[in-house]
């Protein structure tokens, strides 16, 4: 498929998600959603308030499109990088809303509404479709071209060094192994880039990305200092920690699956990215042997976050997806947000106990420090573009061990 024609091209999915959709089923079995226990019988007013809550990302058309020449529309390729969107925008929520911020029509909240102006479809967006899908040619990958779980974390990882206002860590732990110094060096470590973003601080400089006037920013700015989540970014920058995996060759062995589950029990946990062969999904929660996702397999046109007629109703999804825990990929990623030390050193706790110590073949390793024989470990601090404006980065990670085909 050629990935440059127009919106003409692109429609609504063969897998359209309403398709699928059903209601929580009334089951005796619990609930667990990004870390919260729910009884599907008698907590079902906050389950469904809590999965309506969070901002789905779906392919959208009629965008501005990529790179001023590129696609108009994500279909058929985007759904990876709606998927890391969807995680990365749980973690913001929780860094500056809290977990227990729930979503409801016509919602006013102004640090909610700056979240969502950061996914807008728009090159000034920070974490927008446009960012992302340029940003991924510094991974070898094309505009237009798939990606898999690892390829849009390293690229959310470049992208978020320059969203000083969440001061948000994204750390991938590669080769299935967590370092826990290497991680705390990093969300204690006193720096900040200067580094520009393909264009992004220029046009923040030329217009508002929020679209906002300036004393609406102000107003919005004191309101986001009383309502947003309290963090010490001084002591501890929040942390994203995405852990690559592949849990099989062609197919989930089912010797990992418990510890899959106990993941998204976790109160740390911001889902997993992965899904089928060909069809990525943000997963949030399971029950029994049923995982919960929703799927960004729905094209919805451009929404013009600056209109006054703009409604965000198309960033939330009422109704839940699910599939067989042991359909899944084997390539995924998995998700946590630890917004203090302490959550980090329970999140430890956690995995030592239920991931690494239950288990004869853990699917990731925990260590303190670096093993002796590895290089030392080097954060991502930014990137510079060279003069004929190709983005130059410290190297190039490989996905093609995560790419879903």
Known sequence: MDMTNDVGTCMVTYESAALGYVDFPLTEEPVYLLGIKYSALYDRDELKGDFLSKIWCTYRKNFPAIGGTGPTCDGGWGCMLRCGQMMLAQALVVRHLGRDWKWNKNCQDQTYKRILQMFADKKSANYSIQQIASMGVSEGKPVGSWFGPNTVAQVLKKLAVYDEWSSIVIHIAMDNTVIENDIKSVCKEDGKSTCDIIGVRQLKHESAATGRSKKSSQDSSKQDKNKQNTVDVKSWKPLLLVIPLRLGLTEINSVYVQSLKACLSFPQSVGIIGGKPNHAHWFVGYMSDKLIYLDPHTTQL????????????????????????????????????????????????????????????????????????????????????????????????????????
């Open 302 to 405: 451009c929404e013009d976050h600056d209109s006054p007629n703009f409604s965000d109703e198309s960033y939330h999804c009422p109704y839940p997806s699910t599939m067989n825990v042991m359909e899944l990929d084997p390539s995924i990623a998995l998700g946590f947000y630890c917004g203090t030390e302490k959550e980090f050193d329970d999140l430890t706790q956690s995995v030592q106990k239920f991931v690494v110590g239950s288990s004869k073949t853990p699917m990731f390793e925990l260590y303190k420090d670096r093993p002796p024989h590895w290089p030392p470990y080097e954060s991502y601090t930014g990137q510079t573009t060279s003069a004929s404006g190709v983005t130059m980065t410290g190297g190039q990670d490989t996905d093609e061990e995560f790419e879903l085909v």
